[in-house]
């Protein structure tokens, strides 16, 4: 067997499976909406008004992807990715469709408060990165219908960020210290919150190859590459990445909350680590599980 015969086997088998998976979302869906019709049809029949339980929500198995192979896969309610370079790993990805609660708006502590014992997890600011650094990274992929899923995501992400809108809730809190050095967690108010230790606090500034924020990206971001994140943020939302933080010497330590989106009429997508965390704005779920190797 050739090298290009084994590619376009493997490219068959994963295309027979997405389909498999698709015909089975679809007739998953055709027997509930089923069987919301003869709910319906009984409750008129018996003369009272119809109460329609929802379906319990089917558990989303995994494919396996060899390590290495990043793919999206489109299911009823997330985009699962996988093969994400994150937390010095390999990880699965998956990011709700749709905004959490309908698009509600909630404080940062409320709705950590709300997804402890939810699927759904609120994302920090390192995961956001890990997963548009991956989809930028992989725009051009080899198979057309990736392609189109990641202009789809990327679509998805530049309208959370779109200029006018409240910014995108994180779980990344920072504590600015009136001394010594600043406290980052990542995954706030979770178990397996991660603190990270930095001098933050300094004057504002785009992010590219010559603004020397290496350390101050790497804690935030996860990465200390500033020419790709200059890059990956402009091709997400159109916009330059610029690092909002405290620049004054405080007088008593203040806590800010990290979230993320651009300014209007201004070309900034803002890295914001001077939101107030009792602002409500709205959030997009997340879950993220080391990959398994196969």
């Known amino acids: 067997m050739t090298l290009d015969d ?28 089923r069987q919301r019709i003869e709910v319906l049809k009984a409750g008129r029949a018996g003369g009272k008004k119809t109460t329609i339980i929802p379906p319990a929500a089917p558990a989303v198995p995994s494919i396996v992807i060899p390590t290495g192979n990043f793919q999206i896969e489109s299911l009823a309610d997330r ?10 790993g390999v990880y699965v990805v998956d990011w709700s469709k749709e905004l959490l609660e309908n698009g509600a708006t909630k404080k ?16 920090n600011m390192r995961l956001y990165h890990a997963t548009l650094a991956t989809l930028y990274r992989h ?69 590219d190859s010559s603004s020397g ?12 590459d500033l020419a790709e994140i200059e890059k990956m943020y402009e091709w997400v939302s159109g916009k330059k990445p610029y690092l909002w933080r405290l620049e004054q010497a405080l007088q008593q330590d203040e806590e800010r909350a990290a979230v993320l989106g651009c300014n209007y009429g201004i070309n900034r997508f803002n890295i914001y680590c001077g939101g107030d965390f009792d602002n409500s704005r709205p959030s997009r779920g997340v879950v993220a599980s080391p990959a398994r190797e196969k």
């Open 108 to 123: 940062q502590q409320e709705w950590i408060a709300a997804t402890q014992s939810t699927e759904w997890k609120i994302p």
């Open 139 to 207: 725009k051009d992929h080899a198979a057309k219908e990736q392609q189109k899923l990641v202009k789809e995501l990327q679509q998805v992400f530049k309208t959370d960020f779109f200029s006018g809108k409240l910014y995108m809730t994180t779980s990344t809190r920072i504590q600015y210290a009136a001394s010594g050095l600043d406290n980052v967690t990542h995954n706030f108010g979770y178990p397996f919150a991660q603190k990270h230790l930095l001098a933050l606090a300094g004057q504002d500034g785009y992010v």
């Open 79 to 88: 985009y699962r990715l996988h093969n994400v370079q994150y937390n010095n």
């Open 213 to 224: 924020m290496e350390a101050q990206m790497e804690v935030l971001l996860g990465s200390r």
């Open 6 to 33: 084994f590619f376009k086997c493997s490219k068959e088998v994963w295309e027979r499976e997405l389909k498999r998976k698709a015909d089975e979302a679809k007739a998953r869906e055709e027997e509930e909406r």
